[in-house]
């Protein structure tokens, strides 16, 4: 595999998302973030709230990130990002799955994320293989089918026939959702047909030994070339009167068979 050549997907962010949680001033269940994040000391004790606004009524809430949590629990510089209302420690906390998990709320990424593909000249009937590393600027969970689609320009079902040919290797099921980065592989059809030519040539093989095992004769036209065993022959030694022990016993049953006829 020639690892310079190599394709790059990043899943962009486009927003934030959603958190999906009753309003306690009318029926909306949508929050946004509002892109602050209040701090309250009472001496060496912080309590640290992020702040949403409804998206119906605009009402303001609080999420809360840390309670009565000592100043020295708290980095310097997380302290001065919640103080000033860093965009990158509002963006943290509005995606972070554990705190939505915390406070029994739920995340809505629809919308959240675009994805760009850096591509080097590459057609799919190629036959050598394209590394594709896929990054994730935001922990979207995006179904992998639908990356593949939209990176390679195809329809759900070609995505899954190539799938299951075995021209896109992936490291888990195509309906499953990523969120952090991997890395894909797509094959050209002259490795895939090398690959099962390979792998009928050993299947007979295979198939007449499983066959076998479980007693049942091989399909028409399988059967194994019968191999010529050698004749196993009683062995003719020479005794001291020069016959061998068969004709000994030939001998002994003939003069039985004469003594008994009557005179």
């Known amino acids: 595999m020639n690892t310079d050549r190599k394709a790059l997907w990043a899943v ?43 998206a119906t009524c605009d009402r303001t809430s609080k999420v809360p990130v840390h309670e009565r949590a000592h100043v020295s629990t708290l980095e310097p510089a997380r302290l001065v990002a919640y103080e000033i209302n860093d965009p990158a420690a509002v963006r943290e906390l509005v995606t972070s799955a554990s705190l939505a998990a915390k406070n029994r709320y739920r995340l809505d990424w629809t919308g ?12 799919l009937d190629d036959p050598n293989p394209l590394p594709v590393q896929v990054r994730f600027e935001l922990p979207a969970p995006v179904r992998v089918e639908r990356l593949l689609q939209l990176g390679l320009g195809l329809s759900r079902a070609e995505v899954r026939r190539l799938v299951a040919d075995g021209r896109i290797r992936l490291p888990f099921a195509p309906d499953a959702k990523a ?31 499983d066959l076998a095992r479980i007693g049942l004769p091989p399909a028409p036209g399988r059967e194994l070339p019968r191999r010529e065993l050698p004749r196993q022959e009683l062995p003719r030694r020479a005794t001291a009167t020069g016959a061998s022990p068969v004709d000994q016993v030939r001998s002994r049953t003939t003069r039985a068979a004469a003594l008994k006829l009557p005179r």
């Open 12 to 54: 962009r962010q486009s927003a934030l998302p959603t958190v999906v949680r009753s309003c306690p001033d009318c029926p909306g269940m949508r929050h946004r973030a509002s892109g602050k994040i209040r701090v309250n000391a009472n001496g060496k004790m912080l309590d640290v709230w992020l702040l949403l606004s409804c």
């Open 112 to 123: 959240t994320w675009e994805l760009e593909t850096r591509m080097p000249l590459y057609a």
């Open 179 to 209: 969120h952090q980065d991997f890395e894909l592989t797509i094959h050209g059809p002259g490795s895939v047909d090398a690959a099962k030519r390979a792998k009928s040539l050993d299947a007979p093989d295979a198939e007449r030994s």
